[in-house]
Nanobody, 126 residues
């Protein structure tokens, strides 16, 4: 059974840092694009960041550029989201996703991404 399990969320003050992890199981995801979305209360889910398999190219939402970094450890089947200089507007449930299809799905059709985690809460206090 394929699973994505997020961890590392919590409560942090503005300006602080958190590192989220997404551990995948059930198959190898080394060739998959993996990434993160977030959903704040009352708002739609939004793309945050992704990293491809293979070359490991990345793309970031403008709102997190310069503050968030994504990395992956294929040996551990895990992707990481390092979040620095957190702001109250970063408060949301963060979801990990994995997909083997076209990169465009991450921005236009995220509901079609193959695998999703259950989410982890990140709360940034002012």
């Amino acid at each position: 059974q394929v699973q994505l399990v997020e961890s590392g969320g919590g409560l942090v003050q503005a300006g602080g840092s958190l590192r989220l992890s997404c551990a995948a199981s059930g198959r190898s995801f080394s060739s998959y694009t993996m990434g993160w979305f977030r959903q704040a209360p009352g708002k739609e889910r939004e793309f945050v960041i992704r990293i491809t398999g293979g070359a490991g190219s990345t793309r970031y939402a403008d709102s997190v550029k310069g503050r968030f970094t994504i990395s992956r450890d294929n040996a551990k089947n895990t992707v990481y989201l390092q979040m620095n200089n957190l702001k109250p507007e970063d408060t949301a449930v963060y979801y990990c996703a994995a997909d083997s299809g076209p990169l465009g799905r991450w921005y236009s059709y995220p509901s079609e991404l193959e695998y999703w985690g259950q989410g982890t809460q990140v709360t940034v206090s002012s």
